[in-house]
């Protein structure tokens, strides 16, 4: 399975964007894909998620409200579209996907088999 990331870019603060991930190979509509980030210096963290055929949706704190993660099935693609970013949302977006993870170990980035090679999000003041 490969993961393909697009959409990031510069954008000031109060802008949006939105980014891609696409998938190819073994679909995985039964299990899960998100998005995290990794500012410099920084450990990554965990921004948003997509699971199941039902396709339940999970957020960590700074992105509720002004994050939306979406999934296309049919293309095998998830989206995050990110409104009112802030200069602290500057950080390289990666996406990923697992085939069996469970909703308590959603957020960890341990849980993801499948990697997207990230994408450059810059948010200017």
């Known amino acids: 399975v490969q993961l393909q990331a697009s959409g990031g870019g510069l954008v000031q603060a109060g802008g949006s964007l939105r980014l891609a991930c696409t998938t190819s190979?073994?679909?995985?509509?039964?299990?899960?894909m998100a998005w995290f980030r990794q500012a410099p210096g920084k450990e990554r963290e965990f921004v948003a998620a997509?699971?199941?055929?039902?396709?339940?949706?999970f957020y960590a704190d700074f992105a509720k409200g002004r994050f939306t993660i979406s999934r296309d099935t049919a293309a095998n693609t998830i989206y995050l579209q990110m409104n009112s970013l802030k200069p602290e949302d500057t950080a390289v977006y990666y996406c990923?996907?697992?085939?069996?993870?469970?909703?308590?170990?959603?957020?960890?980035?341990?849980?993801?088999?499948?990697w997207g090679q990230g994408t450059q999000v810059t948010v200017s003041s």
């Open positions: 990923a996907a697992g085939p069996r993870i469970i909703n308590t170990s959603i957020r960890q980035d341990w849980s993801y088999d499948y």
């Open positions: 190979g073994r679909t995985l509509n039964t299990g899960a």
């Open positions: 997509v699971k199941g055929r039902g396709g339940a949706t």
